[in-house]
T-cell receptor, first 115, second 113 residues
Framework: DQQVKQNSPSLSVQEGRISILNCDYT??????FLWYKKYPAEGPTFLIS?????DKNEDGRFTVFLNKSAKHLSLHIVPSQPGDSAVYFC??????????????FGQGTILTVHP | DAMVIQNPRYQVTQFGKPVTLSCSQT?????MYWYQQKSSQAPKLLFH???????NEADTPDNFQSRRPNTSFCFLDIRSPGLGDAAMYLC????????????FGPGTRLTVL
């Protein structure tokens, strides 16, 4: 039972254009969402997060949108750069109780930005 | 720089031969996690420590054990590795007092022959 899904295994975008990565979740207890970026032979690095009390969070070229009613979030990268080429993981957490910040990850989307 | 370090980066073991993977952190975070990631799959949480309090995921096989002798170090022991245990093993840390992200190490790629 996959509680966090990234249905697009890969995405190819031209440099300078917008990249949109999507993520769906099923567990209504999730209230904190994160995006991680992973280069080959490295661990995931944190990119941006959003709490369920917000519907948008922006950090430079990266914006995350949350639609709680649809249980959907998306990451927008504008403008996309070749250095953004990596695997992007969506992750979700239920911050209450004794979860200890446990994250549930999606399978990842490989983003390729062409010069 | 404060960081999460994993050793070794690449580990080769034989079927059934015990292996230990190591993780250390300089962040002084109170929670440490171990994830298993197989190719093209989501990282899967195996267990985590909150200080010395060990928390096992329900579906983590008994073949996997962990030790946390102090705040800085955490070990993953695979008692009898099978071919299906070949994967990337990721260690992560987090300060539970803050709303925030987990910090990941670079991972250990385990090969089982």
């Amino acid at each position: 039972d996959q509680q966090v899904k990234q249905n697009s295994p890969s995405l190819s975008v031209q440099e300078g254009r917008i990249s949109i990565l999507n993520c769906d979740y099923t567990n209504s207890m999730f209230d904190y969402f994160l995006w991680y970026k992973k280069y080959p032979a490295e661990g995931p690095t944190f990119l941006i997060s959003i709490s369920s009390i917000k519907d948008k969070n922006e950090d430079g070229r990266f914006t995350v949108f949350l639609n709680k009613s649809a249980k959907h979030l998306s990451l927008h990268i504008v403008p996309s750069q070749p250095g953004d080429s990596a695997v992007y993981f969506c992750a979700a957490s239920a911050t209450g109780g004794t979860s200890y910040g446990k994250l549930t990850f999606g399978q990842g989307t490989i983003l390729t930005v062409h010069p | 720089d404060a960081m999460v370090i994993q050793n070794p980066r690449y580990q080769v073991t034989q079927f059934g031969k015990p292996v230990t993977l190591s993780c250390s952190q300089t962040l002084n975070h109170n929670v440490m996690y171990w994830y298993q990631q197989k190719s093209s799959q989501a990282p899967k949480l195996l267990f985590h420590y909150y200080d010395k309090d060990f928390n096992n995921e329900a579906d983590t096989p008994d073949n996997f054990q962990s030790r946390r002798p102090n705040t800085s170090f955490c070990f993953l022991d695979i008692r009898s590795p099978g071919l299906g245990d070949a994967a990337m093993y990721l260690c992560a840390t987090r300060d539970l007092g803050l709303m925030g992200e987990q910090f990941f190490g670079p991972g250990t790629r385990l090969t089982v022959l």
